[in-house]
Every structure is written in C-alpha cells, then in structure tokens.
C-alpha cells in the first residue's frame, strides 16, 4: 500500500481572490504597523506632494513609511533589498499593496523625507509607549574607532602562542 500525501497544487488558482492580510496570522508586525501608520500625521510628507504636480504619479506615502518603518524593525534598511523583500516577503508584499517599488524610489523617498521621517519614529515610539509595548530611555552609541593591527604578520598561531609563552 502507497503512503498517501496531502494535496500539492502551486499552481493552483483561486476561484476569488484572497484578502493579503489573510497570509498573515494573527498579531503579525506587519498588521500591527498597518494600524500604527494609519494613525500617523503623515502631513509634512503629504504637503510636498501638493506643490509637485508634474510627472509619474508616485507611490502612495503611507505605503513607503509602512514598507520603511517594518523593514527598519526587522533589520532590513537597504532599499535594494526592500525592493527584493516585496517579491519574496508575503509580509512586505502585504504592506507594499502587492507593488514592488523599484530601490531607487525608496531611496529617494527615504532621502527627500528624511527630516519628516525621524518625526514619524518619534510618533511611532510615542504611540508604542502609549501602548505599553515599549519603555523610552536613553540609548547612547560611542563611535570611537580605534586602530588595530589585524596583519598576518603579527597574528600567532596556537603553536607560536605556546612556544612564545614557553
């Protein structure tokens, strides 16, 4: 007798199309920066767009800061590799609206609104602490670089390190 498997169909079509949020289980980070950035005053973003109203209609901000804000949060930050994650990523695909931005529209989006984009962290962690998820402290990084000598010339080999301390 054969061991039978459970069905395998890739290919397989749905007869109606599923919602994207249903690929998410529930309290996924993607669903959860969904509500946190529709809660967010994205106006200093918004207002720049009002004065540009030539070219190729771009993607829709609220879109980029969600796509940007979860990959900061699961330590993706280069826009080459967003743009990838949106193809790959059921959780990225699922906050860019099934679009893939190309990187150098998240690069520019990130560079042009930069200013803006550090007011949203601070919104974003305000809303957190609101929330009881985070506890707001300081966090201090020292960017001290000191000079090593890495050179295969001074670097020993177990035996030499036996040898020397002989």
Known sequence: MAKTFRPYTPAQSFLLPPSPLDWLPEGHLARFMLDVVAQLDLSAILDTYE???RGFPPHNPRMMVALLLYAYCVGVPSSRKIERRTHEDVAFRVLAGNTHPDHTAISE???????????????VLRLCQAMGLVKLGNVSLDGTKLKGNASKHKAMSHKRMLEEER
């Open 51 to 53: 004065r540009d109203l």
């Open 109 to 123: 989006f990130r560079r042009r609104h930069l200013d803006a984009l550090a007011g949203l962290f601070v919104q």
